[in-house]
């Protein structure tokens, strides 16, 4: 990430968001609005981890210091957005990110801001994951833009996401609203070349101009008063727009193309490839709402018909329709039905290139590649995950209260523990939203399910949504069991900081927020905090536990196994197996599911072996081997 | 200047794809390209599969190739390659594999019956698999070439030396050498050499 430069001869160290204007970069999509928001002289960056956007967060506040500028993790998205909305209030520049989920957790309060407005311009980058890849359902968060009515524009590629992210600034300002930045997977998380421009010199300082009509939403009269000023704001968003230059148009032929975002550089190489230029006039929208109708109307003027192509839900289809059929334009409308692209996943050029042939009657040569079945490979938890153990102790304690497995519901929450619905363990039965363990194993509880319920959930996702649930269960007495599964940082999205950090992400000093200090005073039934690599002493821990009744709380603490790699170190001593000891028992195997033990075929059986190299050492495997085969790399065997 | 170069890498979580992909990516920026990568992965931070685009050419605006259209496989785990067949091209691409599987836990967990039908198959299978659906395959056992240079994280820059080595790759090895320089924060020398060991294996096989 950093490189070394010259300026006038002298050797500085710079990080390469900080090139100087001019500079060329290969910058990943997120790394590249980092770079736009650096260009717009953003003051104040927070947000909440989420695949595929954290990457802008975590690469300024790799400049943060540097800069000057506040750039932190927030508990979630909505606390990360009210920060932004406030100083912006004070006529600061701030930009907000979080995945499109988190946009829900932020809703709220940007509905309510719509009606505000800003005044230092705001960002809202949204990253909506087609697929999906890593996101628990493909939310088409263009609606949103049009349930909260606030301005949306879409970048197709890294230096989009730079220019558009600076120029949301000047949108945002000139129209004193919030706008969305909306991005997906394959904008985000692709690496492209970046030209980089100007950097915005503002000098201002915060300044709050009382204004109660305006910020409180008290007075319904004066509610409505904003909403017909946030209409009026809307309508000059369009000519904005074309004066950006955020809406284009290539080529010039008479089947105009409709499309945004990635899906622009699909149709645009298929195109080329199908010789189809000249036949063609591609719209590429860059503000996709409210839908630049003047522009698609004089562009639409002369085509003879129209292919809307995009990826999700028919957002832009259904807006084409209604302008095309509203205007009497009397042209064809081609889009998800007609054109057999998909509703759900993600598009690929593969897809658009076969719509696109069929429209023109064009042949794709088809590469008569055989698709081979081979095992699948989900994602384990890693090796020596300490949420592995924390599952473990949890399954061989209801076992030890006399349950079956299959009448205690263990609820799990967002994030790397979801992976233990895998075999072997199949330990979770839900896997929600940010959060939702704990209310949900309380409605199960109060509809008169008479077993124990469990909640699982992580440190950082209890920090974001699980405290609210948690004051329920306790108020109302519900018997249930939750485990935080601290593993002291946001694992699954690349290990952000958590309130429990004593180093904030930019390295200021963070007063840490212990999980324990939050509940101390509660009255919990039960409280106690665990070593999950104490194995033993885990599963007596939950045994008792699940032996009461009422609200209980269990910290499961250990830090990321990743994260102990990472500084060199080991959870344990490395183990290995002696095959004249084993006994091809297989426990190792069926009772841990560790990515680092695979079989080898040694004198016609199947044996067990433990991969040197991935082990870290956290002894589970060696804790259920009952023929004492697992040794201690090292030790005296 | 080629049109359009589209490179597929294979492999699983932590075996370095992604960051392979950079430093191809930074290679091909070195050398005046413009330059696109993509990737699919799992959730997980490690040992899901992992595929990585890298695309460069005047021509290249899209992240992701066209099935078919890959110029070259660097396949890091023989079971990850095979799971990309479809963009591979008999008469076009140049594959270079690691024939050392890391079979995944659901091959292991077929010891138990409910989940046994995921036996890890036959290496030697796979690579023939592999092999009748690129134009050139080049195998090697990279784990233990690596021994040597007690650099088992780098598989990666090993798999990059050999396929460098072919002379249908259009970037020169001093742009992947400062790639390396420029993307790796760690052990540089160390993966120079590395680079270098993997180019001298690409060059014997195919007896430059």
């Given amino acids: 990430m950093f490189i070394t430069l010259r300026v006038w001869g002298v050797v500085m160290s710079s990080h390469k968001l900080l090139l100087p204007p001019g500079s060329k970069a290969l910058l990943m999509g997120n790394e590249a609005i980092a770079r736009g928001a650096i260009e717009a002289s953003v003051k104040v960056v927070s947000g909440y981890p989420g695949t595929p956007s954290s990457e802008v967060i975590m690469s300024l506040s790799e400049v943060a210091n540097e800069l000057g500028i506040y750039v932190e993790w927030a508990t979630n998205e909505r606390v990360g957005f009210e920060i932004c909305l406030g100083a912006s209030f004070a006529g600061i520049r701030s930009l907000c990110t979080m995945k499109a989920p988190g946009l829900n957790v932020a809703s709220d309060s940007i509905v309510s801001a719509a009606y505000s407005g800003v005044e230092g311009g705001l960002t809202i980058l949204v990253a909506d994951d087609p697929g999906p890849h890593t996101t628990q359902t493909e939310q088409d968060s263009r609606w949103f833009a049009e349930l909260s009515k606030l301005p949306m524009i879409e970048p197709s590629d890294p230096q989009e996401a730079k220019d558009f992210t600076k120029l949301a600034y000047e949108l945002s300002e000139r129209l004193k609203l919030p706008i969305i930045l909306r991005t997906t997977t394959r904008v985000n998380h692709t690496v492209g070349n970046v030209s980089y421009g100007d950097v915005v010199k503002l ?76 036949k063609v006039k591609i719209i590429k929208l860059g503000l996709t709402y409210p839908l630049p109708k003047k522009f698609l109307l004089n562009e639409l003027s002369n085509s003879d018909k ?225 070593n999950p690599y104490n194995i033993d002493e885990a599963i007596n821990t939950f045994v008792k536990a699940l032996k009461i009744r009422g609200p209980k709380l269990v910290i499961s603490r250990a830090p990321c196994a ?55 050492g956290c002894g589970h495997c060696d804790y259920v081997c009952p023929f004492n085969a697992i040794k201690e790399v090292g030790g005296d065997g | 200047m080629v049109k359009e170069y589209n490179v597929i ?21 070195i050398s005046g390209y413009e330059v696109r990568t993509g990737e699919t992965l799992g959730m997980s931070q490690r040992y899901g599969s992992v595929v990585s685009y890298v695309r460069f050419g005047t021509e290249v605006k899209s992240p992701l190739p066209t099935y078919g259209s890959a110029n070259a496989l660097i396949g890091l785990e023989p079971l990850e390659a095979v ?117 001298r294996i690409g060059k014997e096989i195919l007896k430059l």
């Fill in chain 1, 306 to 530: 129209v292919l809307v192509i995009e990826e999700l839900d028919p957002y832009l289809e259904t807006k084409v329709r209604a302008l095309v059929h509203s205007e009497g334009l009397g042209i064809e409308v081609l889009g998800k039905g007609s054109l057999g692209i998909p509703l759900e996943g993600e598009l690929t050029p593969s897809i658009v290139a076969a719509a696109l042939s069929k429209v023109f009657g064009k042949v794709v040569r088809e590469v008569g590649v055989t698709e081979v079945k081979v095992p699948p490979r989900p994602p384990p938890m890693c090796a020596g995950c300490p949420h592995r153990l924390t599952y473990y102790a949890l399954l061989k304690s209801i076992r030890k209260c006399g349950y079956d497995l299959s009448e205690v519901p263990i609820m799990g929450d967002i994030g790397c523990y979801a992976l233990s619905y895998e075999p072997p363990y199949e330990a979770i039965w839900t896997e929600h939203a940010m959060g939702a363990s704990i209310g949900l194993a309380i409605g199960l509880k109060v509809s008169g399910y008479d077993k124990p319920v469990i909640a699982t959930i992580g440190d950082s996702t209890f920090y974001h949504a699980g405290i609210p649930a948690l004051i329920e269960a306790i108020h109302k007495n519900i018997d249930i069991l939750i485990v935080v599964l601290d593993n002291l940082t946001v694992a699954m999205t690349g290990h952000q900081s958590t309130p429990e950090s004593e180093i904030t992400e930019t390295g200021r000093k963070g007063t840490p927020v212990p999980i324990e200090s939050l509940v101390k005073d509660l009255k919990l039934k039960f409280f106690s905090i665990i």
């Fill in chain 2, 83 to 199: 799971r990309v067949l479809r963009y591979l091209n008999k008469e076009v691409t140049i594959g270079v594999v690691n024939a050392e599987p890391i079979p995944p836990v659901l091959s292991a967990l077929s010891v138990v019956k409910k989940w046994g039908s995921y036996t890890y198959p036959d290496v030697n299978e796979l690579i023939n698999i592999i092999r009748s659906n690129v134009k050139e395959l080049y195998v090697v056992k990279g784990y233990e070439i690596l021994k040597r240079f007690k650099a088992s994280r780098s598989l990666n820059i090993l798999l990059l030396g050999v396929y460098a080595a072919h002379p249908s790759n259009p970037l020169s090895s001093k742009a992947y050498e400062e790639a390396i320089k420029r993307v790796l924060r760690r052990d540089v020398e160390l993966n120079l050499k590395v680079f270098n060991e993997g180019l």
């Fill in chain 1, 203 to 278: 000098n201002r300082v915060p300044k709050f101009v009382k204004d109660t009509q305006r910020y409180v939403r008290a007075s319904m009269k004066g509610n409505l008063a904003r909403h017909k000023w946030l209409n009026s704001q809307l309508g000059k968003a369009e000519g904005i727009a074309n004066e950006l230059g955020l809406n284009k148009v290539l080529y010039d032929g008479k089947v105009a193309i409709v499309t945004s975002g990635v899906v622009f550089n699909y149709v645009y190489e298929s195109i080329r490839k199908l010789g189809i230029e000249d």
């Fill in chain 1, 562 to 616: 990743l994260l102990v790699i990472r500084e060199g170190r080991l959870i344990g001593n490395k183990r290995y197996i002696d095959h004249d000891l084993c006994k091809t028992c297989y426990l190792c195997i069926t009772e841990v599911g560790c990515p680092a033990i695979h079989l080898i075929i040694k004198d016609g059986k199947k044996y067990p072996v433990i991969n040197e190299e991935l082990c870290v």
């Fill in chain 2, 9 to 29: 890498i294979a492999g699983v979580g932590g075996q370095g794809g992604l960051t392979l992909s950079r430093v191809i990516a930074e290679a091909a920026f």
